[in-house]
């Protein structure tokens, strides 16, 4: 196992490297080759490189090669290295809903650097499940029972933390945060805490919040921090909230400036608030009547805030631009202008991603689309679209997008903390809600295998009638049929595409409805392959019946070959004649 993974990794290293290698493996005894593995002859620094360049799902399965490699790759030092050569992806993620009474699940689709979608679902993510936040390779997640779930999208590991409050009326998965601080290097998770009403017995989430509760991986209890006055929860709801560096940012209300907004920001590691003001330029409207939308989003690693006019009869719609402003400086809270895009009046508010030199935008034909960011100054023009996804069924507006990478980084050093628990009801694809969506998939890969089944048989089935055809061409004296015959009978070979191997992983919605698509195209495919194989089949048993009995009617003329062997040709050709044929 140890050799196999080595020469796999060899060839990418540099030709006079590889050239060294194999010299010195050759003037080592036999055994000692044998029993050394070839990468390990390298300096450390050097397989470090080497294992920077593997994606998790490798690394994971080099833990297990050997003692150095398990204490390189899951040391502390290689885990944070590693994460800083890690590769970006946007994380689109759709919640849970219902769509005319149907249980559509929670789901996540991944787009790499290169502009490809994830096919396969993020196994941590349960059916039920809500994203908070993205960080380091860890998903934040919050569950309707009362824990949340922090898991590595990469190598699957998990656990559930207590939620601050219990059976907390109107609480949401979107007054939670989740982030990571450099200095500290703590993971912490925020809830903006509902003000309680008066006469109530227990907390209740109105739209305004005076506490943000702060739970720092590792620790015992929630903690609860007072904010400098009551915030809006209607602006965390429609804004979002963003952990950059981390520092937390959200929008609040303030109608005296121009935007009637400003940032509030949260230190997670001295936990103190303060106030940074928008740009004074005021945004330009294009569209009267309609109100302005605001979203505070993470791009390029900085924190930026969008805004756009909506439609005055179709407060779904955009009109005019959307403008993009970048804090370019948080201590002088100096702004500047990173993007004015113009484009049609059928986008949907939402979040706003831009991945690479792309945005991505949601469109009101039910689809989501990239659009290369082109332009002199901020002025933006969008160019080469490109169509991502149909993300019907799920609703538009529920979509969020993060950045995130896949990393090793460990939580079961936090799985001993008091606040860790398992959640008591019973979760996921376990719920009686799921049961007609598993039944659905079950079905849907019994079609497989039923159409897999189908075409080996028919595939074996064609063979052995072309073997008959065959043996019974040299009875068959006319040569002009015996030629006619020889030319058809390479028709009766089925091209069926190749049986790839179903995959064992669940499948995202986005791969579901394509390999559903890909399922009816093959079994409709079968079967015109099949109605040609038989129309072919029957045309040449046809032939070689006619042939056969005008042969019978002649040999008493001494045609060349007995009646005996005639008749039992006849006979041979019937056994051609396939069940499902007339």
């Excluded at 050759?26 to 055994?31: Q, V």
């Excluded at 890969?445 to 052995?464: G, L, N």
């Amino acid at each position: 196992q140890v050799d196999a993974v080595a020469k796999d990794l060899v060839p990418r290293l540099p030709q006079e490297t590889r050239l060294l290698t194999m010299v010195s493996e050759e003037i080592k005894p036999k055994k000692q080759r044998d029993e050394e593995c070839i990468i390990n002859c390298l300096p450390g620094e050097l397989i470090e490189r080497i294992f920077f360049k593997l994606p998790v799902s490798t690394l994971l399965r080099c833990t297990g090669v050997c003692e150095q490699w398990h204490k390189i790759i899951r040391g502390p030092q290689f885990v944070t290295s590693h994460l800083q050569h890690a590769p970006h992806y946007a994380l689109l993620f759709f919640p849970q809903e219902s769509v005319s009474g149907e249980p559509h699940p929670a789901d996540a689709i991944l787009i790499d650097e290169a502009w490809s979608l994830s096919t396969y679902a993020v196994p941590v993510i349960g059916p039920d499940d809500f994203l908070c936040g993205s960080c380091n390779g860890l998903l934040c997640l919050y569950t309707k029972s009362s824990t949340l779930k922090i898991a590595n999208l990469a190598t699957g590991e998990f656990l559930h933390l207590e939620k601050p409050v219990k059976n907390l009326r109107g609480d949401h998965f979107l007054f939670y945060n989740f982030g990571f601080h450099p200095l500290t290097k703590e993971y912490k998770i925020t809830h903006f805490l509902g003000d309680s009403i008066e006469g109530r017995p227990r907390p209740h989430n109105n739209n305004r919040f005076s506490v943000v509760q702060v739970y720092t991986l590792g620790d015992e209890k929630w903690r609860d921090i007072k904010t400098p006055e009551a915030l809006s929860l209607n602006c965390v709801k429609n804004s979002g909230a963003v952990t950059i560096d981390g520092t937390l940012y959200w929008l609040i209300e303030d109608v005296v400036a121009s935007w009637q907004h400003a940032v509030m920001t949260f230190d997670l590691c001295g936990e103190s608030f303060a106030q940074i003001q928008l740009p004074a330029t005021k945004p330009d409207d294009f569209a009267a009547g309609g109100s302005r939308r605001y979203w505070i989003r993470e791009m390029d690693g900085k924190v930026c805030v969008a805004t756009a006019q909506t439609c005055p009869s179709l407060p779904r719609w955009l009109v005019g631009k959307l403008q993009i402003w970048e804090l370019e400086n948080k201590t002088e809270q100096r702004w500047i202008q990173k993007y004015n895009i113009q484009y049609s009046p059928d986008y949907i508010p939402g979040p706003n991603l831009v991945h690479g030199d792309k945005i991505i935008l949601q469109r009101c034909d039910g689809n989501l689309y990239s659009y290369e960011l082109l332009g002199e100054n901020f002025n933006t023009e969008l160019c080469k679209m490109a169509k991502l996804l149909d993300f019907s069924p799920h609703k538009p507006d529920n979509m969020q997008s993060y950045i995130c990478v896949k990393s090793l980084v460990r939580l079961d050093v936090y799985k001993k903390t008091a606040i860790v628990r398992r959640p008591k009801q019973r979760e996921g694809w376990e719920l009686k809600k799921w049961e007609a969506w598993e039944h659905e998939l079950s079905e849907n890969e019994r079609m497989w295998s039923d159409t897999h089944r189908d075409e080996h048989k028919e595939t074996a089935r064609a063979q052995r009638y072309r073997m008959m055809i065959n043996n019974l061409l040299p009875h068959i004296l006319d040569d002009t049929i015996r030629q006619e015959i020889s030319m058809n009978i390479n028709q009766i070979s089925p091209n069926f595409p190749d049986q790839q191997p179903r995959p064992i992983r669940r499948l995202n919605w986005v791969a579901q409805k394509q390999d559903l698509q890909n399922l009816n195209a093959r079994m409709k495919k079968y079967n015109t392959i099949m109605k040609a194989t038989d129309e072919v089949t029957s045309s040449i048993i046809s032939m070689m019946g006619g042939a056969i009995e005008d042969q019978k009617r002649a040999s008493s003329s001494n045609a060349g070959i007995s009646s005996h062997n005639l008749s039992e040709a006849d006979d041979d050709v019937k056994t051609l004649i396939p069940e499902s044929l007339p």
